[in-house]
């Protein structure tokens, strides 16, 4: 055989053909393409001939009928899929998980709070961290059906006395009836039936001839029947009202929001035409409280947080929130994630910083938030009783100092007697309920098997943000205006006819730290400068 017959190999590994084929591979392609047109022009009219019939139209009919029924039911069949998918998570997630159960674990069991951040930032005090919520409705789904039992005590009743008399030296009133120290020891020995003493003890019901009244028309609504209600107060124009945000159209519809004011907030919020004749102020419902029992506003402002099981005594549950604070989280959201989800009656955040009584009365004397003398009779009648500084002994107690500008509890029995005990403290004692907090509690656990669930204060403050009060924003001085003077500087960019680049926050402090380089720069070399002439000046005098 001859190279002439296999071809020549090519530069790139690929066969040439020899003078030969090209003459032979061009005669047959074109026969081929000549052969294959006339196929086709035999095909075509035969295919257009038996699609124009009525029995081939029927027949595609039919079979687009078909793939739309198949489509349609597979489209139903997902529908009813998802929604029976929708309706197992809910009844899954109503369950209570018990352990060693087999129910379906929550959604939210193996959520990790993320790590603090690092010590050398720029950024100092408390700050917000992550929560995981469940969806408002399936966290309505979670609303227990009946209220939980109350450890040992199951009858509360309170005190009633028409003339109270002070019969010690030290702490009370008249609104909390002057409770003797044998009658405060005995509302710590729990019992299923107690008669106790909680504010109001004149009168016949709480808002009405007790020295903390309510219009009737209000005291009608506050005695309804409420599964969720959020509450607040501003007394002495403190603060300045916060409207909720993120509040879902079934809380709009369910949960009332109750702000308590006394007359001169309203008086204010009147003049500055905040308030009008509906007595509403966005999602809150103004309640006025007339002939405040307390000359102290922060005191006066304990009452509905601490009693308000006895305000509103046909509520489950409620959250309560100092009127400087802003809800952004759904009430239902917040109950699930602190209350439902963690079996617990009663939740309150923890003070981000300290966790010792003794710590916190030196940080209430030295801020100067009441007077030093009071404070520290409270510390040393605490520490009679046997009150030490918190330790890991007290482990799984957290903390002795909450931050108690959120409470989030489950109205039973055993929290409404925390609420009427931890008042009476506060009635007696300084107003600071951060001091007495942990006394109560840790008496009321001696007794019975009940306890507080007090969670991270950066959890609390994922759903409410911190306003300042009205007196520190009234001496905030306004923010003014830089005025650019001079001539601007022209850009690099615009000179080549480029878009100028905008001047980011990265380049601001880029030219912050130039700008002090510089000057620091400048004020040393003025200092060398002189340096060097009292050196020349002090060689030529010598």
Not at 323 to 332: A, C, I, N, S, T
Request: net charge positive; proline share 6%.
């Amino acid at each position: 055989m001859t190279g002439g017959s296999l071809g020549l190999r090519g530069s790139h590994g690929s066969s040439q053909p020899s003078a030969k084929f090209p003459a032979i591979a061009r005669k047959y392609s074109s026969k081929m393409l000549a052969s294959s047109l006339r196929e086709k022009e035999r095909v075509l009219p035969v295919i257009c001939r038996y699609l124009g019939r009525r029995r081939v139209a029927m027949i595609l009919l039919v079979a687009l009928a078909l793939l739309a029924f198949v489509w349609g039911s597979l489209k139903v069949s997902k529908e009813g899929t998802s929604s029976n998918v929708k309706k197992n998570n809910v009844a899954s997630l109503h369950q209570h998980e018990e352990a060693g159960s087999g129910s379906l674990e929550h959604p939210c069991h193996r959520f990790a709070l993320p790590p603090p951040p690092p010590l050398g930032g720029r950024r100092l005090g408390p700050r917000p961290c992550s929560v995981c919520y469940i969806p408002v409705e399936l966290a309505r789904a979670r609303m227990p059906s009946s209220l939980s039992v109350s450890p040992v005590l199951r009858n509360l009743t309170y005190v009633v006395d028409g003339n109270p008399r002070k019969t010690e030296l030290h702490g009370g009133s008249d609104f909390g009836g002057y409770p003797s120290l044998k009658q405060r020891n005995d509302s710590f020995d729990i019992r299923e039936s107690m008669t106790v003493h909680c504010g109001f003890v004149k009168g016949n019901k709480p808002g009405h001839h007790t020295g903390f009244d309510i219009d009737e028309a209000d005291l009608m609504e506050l005695q309804q029947f409420h599964e969720v209600i959020v509450a607040s107060a501003i007394f002495g124009n403190y603060d300045i009202i916060q409207q909720p945000k993120n509040i879902s159209e079934e809380s709009r519809r369910t949960v009332p929001f109750y702000m308590f004011v006394d007359e001169e907030t309203e008086a204010y919020m009147k003049n500055s035409s905040v308030l009008d004749s509906s007595m509403k102020v966005g999602l809150w419902r103004i309640i006025v409280v007339h002939n405040i029992p307390y000359n102290d506003s922060r005191r006066n402002g304990k009452v509905p947080k601490l009693l308000l099981h006895r305000i509103l005594p046909n509520v489950q549950y409620s959250i309560w929130i100092d009127g400087k604070l802003q809800l952004v989280v759904d009430p239902y959201q917040v109950l699930e994630r602190f209350l439902w989800s963690q079996n617990a009656n009663f939740a309150i955040s923890r003070h981000y910083r300290r966790f010792d009584v003794f710590e916190e009365a030196e940080a209430n004397k030295a801020a100067g938030k009441y007077d030093n003398a009071s404070i520290d009779y409270q510390i040393e009648f605490y520490k009679s009783e046997g009150l030490t500084p918190y330790s890991d002994a007290k482990f799984p107690i957290t903390s002795d100092v909450p931050e108690g500008c959120v409470i989030i509890r489950e109205h039973v029995p055993i929290t409404n007697l925390f609420g009427c005990l931890w008042f009476n403290e506060v009635d007696r004692f300084t107003s600071r309920d951060q001091l007495s907090f942990s006394t109560v509690r840790d008496k009321i656990m001696k007794k019975v098997k009940w306890s507080i669930d007090m969670f991270l204060d950066c959890e609390r403050r994922n759903f409410v943000i911190q306003a300042y009060h009205r007196d520190l924003l009234e001496h905030m001085p306004s923010p003014v205006a830089s005025v650019i003077r001079g001539r601007p500087s022209l850009n690099h960019y615009s000179l080549t006819g480029r878009t100028p680049v905008k001047d980011t926050r990265r380049n601001r402090r880029f030219s912050a730290r130039h700008h002090r380089k510089s000057v620091a720069g400048t004020r040393n070399k003025q200092a060398i400068s002189q340096a060097r002439k009292f050196y020349l000046i002090s060689n030529y005098a010598t």
